[in-house]
């Protein structure tokens, strides 16, 4: 115990020495990152003129279970499906575990570390070099055993940089989940809204193959009372089989459209022929809610992952700079050091040892300063990507709603059209019946009706479709409740 109390009085002076030594060599030291520094500004939601764009209508931000309005059951038992086997959000929850591990490999390096060794070592020793008779030309076996700790001072706070780096990515990995949810989930919906706009095409389109026919019966009737010809009859045969083609190509594009709905749930193409006709209802009204910019880069989820990630590299740039201070790390060690086994566990065979060790980067041909100017480079290549996040956030969002508006605007128009000619085609049928009007006008009609009949079933999908995108772009209901934002101005202004 003597022994290892003067040890630690040498240890003292040793630990005041290498200090003053290394606050003295750093006032001369070579190594420096003077002249380097980032110019990025992350965008505040204010900055970007929306007021016309995006009225505040005193709406509401997307549900979680947003999908449910539209009052389709099979749509919800989808995406469940796909949320739990699709490979995409199976990649994701991976880089999720993977962040975790990081973080916790991170917090491992600012707290100390206990080690127990143990080694046997048989050698013969030479009889001419340093080590004297009788050891020397004999064979001996070491035995040794330490415990060992050791401990980084961590003065600068590279390692804690470091941790709070891993713990940002660790939330830019859980938002970059919540984005790929987010997009499975709108790309099913979307899909499937497909489907329903296909089945209603062919609907129309077997509607009409039942007027081609009705067509054909009147021109053959015509043609035996001497008011057609063949030639008559010939193109309502034609118009007839184009008709009847149409509906066949609907059934291939439902049955390709129900493969990739499969595909999107991460089942096999079977799984698609099980999927039935969807139901899906008109939906809410869509109101914009208030304070729009300001609260949407909380509830986009790749804005959200977007800040995380400037934060992490914040992190990583003061990381780097600590690189350039002394590290100091303190180790210590005892236990059991001694030739055979007879003596191993005897108290002359103890051992013990402390002290510090001490870096200083003098000269490194410019690795550290270059180090830097990467972390920069990639701290500000995040804050770009953030700042185009928000500005793509910011034009779906209006473009959605623009586009929304432009189709109840239509939909007005096109429903009062297909009313006229609705009328028009029942009326020049009966005209063509009665003998007194010809095919051609009957055709006419027909055309016009079928045109404004699809052109009405397009515009309510399209609005449903468009109803989806917006809530997607508000987020999905996805909301980022931590207090502070990840990419405040004050955290980005504190890494330059």
């Not at 999107?264 to 914009?288: C, N, Q, S, T």
């Not at 009706?449 to 997607?472: C, F, G, P, W």
Request: hydrophobic share 45%; aromatic share 6%.
């Amino acid at each position: 115990m003597n022994s290892l109390t003067s040890g630690s009085g040498i240890v003292d002076r040793v630990l005041k020495a290498g200090l003053s030594a290394v606050c003295a060599t750093s006032l001369c030291a070579c190594v420096n990152y003077a002249g380097i520094h980032g110019d990025a500004q992350i965008a505040s939601s204010n900055t970007f003129e929306t007021t016309a764009s995006l009225p505040a209508e005193h709406g509401h931000w997307p549900a979680a279970d947003w999908v449910e309005q539209f009052g389709d059951a099979q749509l919800m038992t989808l995406i469940a499906e796909a949320r739990k086997d699709s490979p995409t959000l199976e990649q994701a929850r991976s880089r999720v575990s993977a962040a975790q591990a990081y973080s916790e490999t991170a917090k491992a390096g600012t707290l100390p570390r206990i080690d127990a060794n143990y080694s046997l070592t048989r050698q013969q020793y030479s009889g001419t070099a340093l080590i004297p008779p009788p050891v020397a030309g004999s064979w001996q076996t070491e035995n040794k055993g330490l415990l060992t700790a050791s401990y980084d001072l961590d003065l600068w706070g590279k390692n804690r940089e470091a941790l709070k780096a891993a713990v940002s990515q660790l939330s830019a990995s859980k938002a970059d989940e919540e984005a790929v949810r987010l997009t499975l989930d709108t790309a099913i919906a979307r899909t499937y809204n497909q489907l329903a706009r296909l089945y209603a095409l062919r609907d129309i389109a077997q509607a009409e193959v039942a007027r081609r026919e009705e067509i054909d019966r009147i021109t053959a009737s015509r043609i035996a009372t001497g008011l057609d010809t063949q030639v008559e009859r010939k193109t309502a045969q034609a118009n007839l089989a184009t008709s009847r083609a149409n509906v066949t190509a609907l059934d291939g594009n439902i049955l390709t459209t129900r493969y990739q709905l499969a595909a999107l749930m991460g089942a096999g193409p079977d799984r698609g022929l099980r999927i039935e006709r969807p139901a899906l209802g008109i939906g809410d009204e869509v109101r914009l809610p208030d304070n729009l910019p300001a609260d949407l880069v909380s509830r986009r989820p790749e804005i959200v992952a977007a800040r995380w990630h400037v934060d992490a590299l914040m992190h990583e740039v003061k990381e780097a700079k600590a690189e350039f201070y002394p590290d100091i790390n303190l180790s210590a060690a005892i236990g059991l050091d001694a030739f055979g086994f007879g003596r191993f566990l005897t108290a002359a065979s103890r051992t013990a040892s402390v002290g510090p060790a001490i870096h200083l980067p003098i000269f490194d041909a410019g690795a550290l300063r270059a180090q830097l100017k990467g972390r920069y480079a990639e701290f500000d290549y995040a804050v770009a990507t953030y700042n185009l996040a928000l500005v793509t956030a910011l034009t779906e969002v209006a473009t959605q709603l623009a586009s929304l508006r432009s189709s109840d605007a239509q939909l007005v128009d096109a429903q009062l059209a297909q009313q006229a000619a609705d009328g028009a085609d029942q009326l020049a049928i009966r005209q063509y019946k009665a003998g007194l009007t010809n095919q051609l006008t009957v055709l006419n009609a027909d055309v016009t009706a079928l045109n404004t009949e699809q052109a009405v079933a397009d515009l309510k999908m399209n609005r449903r479709d468009q109803q989806i995108a917006l809530a997607s772009a508000l987020g999905g209901g996805y909301v980022d409740d931590r207090a502070e934002a990840a990419g405040s101005t004050d955290a980005v202004a504190a890494a330059h």
